[in-house]
């Protein structure tokens, strides 16, 4: 039996997918800092993983608000770790994550690279329109997510790095004496008027 350290597995990997997937090749890997969050209750229905960006529109620290006759200047705190500024933190909700199949969690790591913006600034990828985040639909973005995992893991020595993630969260427990990861709390926005 051995320890798995699922925060240094997932970077491993969205390292990987960096290198080998053209559409996430502008992404900064260690300007992210990824971490796991719980979940209150279990089963796969809700939420699987969540992107904080840590910069506003065109990569901005700061913004200025205005509601009613108050202006507001908001600003993001400055997240580093181990030396470097960090960009975005992305959050995998566990267990809920970990008891999808392994091709349902490739494509929850590969929704969450897909809303950084190309230019790997803080802030994400926006679309034209109201829903920004997704575009005209989140099927057809997920349905996106999927066709770039399948591409990803035609691929040689991929489904290797991704192993780690086959089976749910008892399986992994069964299969190691610990599962480490990161946990890293949100970072609160500054405001001052």
Do not use: W
């Given at each position: 039996?051995?320890?798995?350290?699922?925060?240094a597995e997932l970077e491993r990997l969205i390292k990987d997918i960096t290198d080998r997937v053209p559409e996430l090749g502008h992404i900064d890997p260690q300007r992210l800092l990824l971490c796991?969050?719980?979940?209150?209750?279990?089963?796969?229905?809700?939420?699987?993983?969540?992107?904080h960006p840590l910069r506003f529109a065109g990569g901005?620290?700061?913004?200025?608000?205005?509601?009613?006759?108050?202006?507001?200047?908001?600003?993001?705190?400055?997240?580093?770790?181990?030396?470097?500024?960090?960009?975005?933190l992305i959050y995998f909700l566990v267990p809920r994550f970990l008891d999808l199949p392994l091709r349902e969690k490739l494509i929850t790591v590969f929704h969450e690279l897909y809303h950084i913006a190309p230019e790997c600034n803080g802030d994400l990828r926006r679309f034209p329109g109201r829903n920004y985040a997704h575009g005209r639909s989140t099927k057809a973005y997920n349905a996106?997510?999927?066709?770039?995992?399948?591409?990803?893991?035609?691929?040689p020595e991929a489904k290797d790095l991704a192993s780690f993630l086959d089976g749910d969260m008892d399986t992994l427990r069964a299969r190691h004496d610990k599962v480490l990861a990161r946990k890293y709390p949100v970072p609160k926005l500054l405001v001052s008027a």
């Open positions: 039996m051995s320890t798995l350290n699922l925060t796991v969050t719980s979940t209150r209750g279990g089963g796969v229905h809700g939420t699987y993983a969540k992107i901005a620290t700061s913004r200025t608000i205005r509601r009613r006759r108050r202006t507001f200047t908001c600003t993001m705190p400055a997240v580093t770790f181990q030396g470097r500024e960090m960009l975005y996106r997510m999927a066709e770039l995992v399948d591409v990803y893991l035609a691929q």
